[in-house]
């Protein structure tokens, strides 16, 4: 009798742990990197102080310019997410977009909107870097905003 319960446990372990590295492999796979492969995609990172009470700033990026960019629904749309320092009053605004041709179609629909209206009444962008290849008519109509732009070079994706 003991020698059956420990097969059976023996072979419960076993199945288990063929189980873990079916999963691990899946994960895995999903998960590949590649080495100096330029992805295309567009990073954009907006860094903005503001003097309204850090509630006013919340709501507006909660209810208004938030839902704004998730009701599009654009798969290119990677990434759009805020980081605030309420005592320094200051803010960070990650942009994420699967190439450049998606942060332009976004950037002629949204410039002069009523929502980046209000968004450049509440902020003062106070450094805006844009990393990745972007092309040259893009770049000049976002030049009053004073953009470092980053062409891509190596790394880990």
Same mark, same amino acid.
């Given at each position: 009798?003991?020698?059956?319960?420990?097969?059976?446990?023996?072979?419960?372990?076993?199945?288990?742990?063929? @189980? =873990?590295?079916? %999963?691990?492999?899946?994960?895995?796979?999903?998960?590949? &990197?590649? $080495?100096?492969?330029?992805? #295309?995609?567009?990073?954009?990172?907006?860094?903005?102080?503001?003097?309204?009470?850090?509630?006013?700033?919340?709501?507006?990026?909660?209810?208004?310019?938030?839902?704004?960019?998730?009701?599009?629904?654009?798969?290119?749309?990677?990434?759009?997410?805020?980081?605030?320092?309420?005592?320094?009053?200051?803010?960070?605004?990650? @942009? =994420?977009?699967? %190439?450049?041709?998606?942060?332009?179609?976004?950037?002629? &629909?949204? $410039?002069?909107?009523?929502? #980046?209206?209000?968004?450049?009444?509440?902020?003062?962008?106070?450094?805006?870097?844009v990393l990745g290849n972007i092309n040259e008519s893009?770049?000049?109509?976002?030049?009053?905003?004073?953009?470092?732009?980053?062409?891509?070079?190596?790394?880990?994706?």
């Amino acid at each position: 009798m003991k020698e059956i319960f420990v097969t059976l446990i023996f072979l419960i372990s076993l199945t288990n742990c063929s @189980e =873990v590295e079916k %999963n691990n492999t899946q994960t895995n796979n999903k998960m590949k &990197k590649e $080495l100096n492969v330029n992805n #295309n995609k567009v990073t954009v990172i907006v860094e903005v102080s503001y003097s309204e009470n850090a509630d006013i700033i919340k709501k507006f990026i909660q209810d208004e310019q938030c839902p704004l960019f998730f009701n599009l629904n654009d798969p290119g749309i990677i990434r759009f997410e805020w980081f605030l320092d309420e005592e320094e009053k200051t803010g960070t605004l990650i @942009e =994420v977009f699967e %190439n450049s041709d998606v942060w332009e179609e976004l950037g002629n &629909k949204v $410039l002069g909107s009523p929502i #980046n209206i209000k968004f450049r009444e509440l902020f003062k962008i106070e450094k805006l870097s844009v990393l990745g290849n972007i092309n040259e008519s893009f770049k000049t109509k976002i030049q009053a905003m004073n953009p470092i732009i980053k062409s891509y070079v190596g790394g880990i994706n």
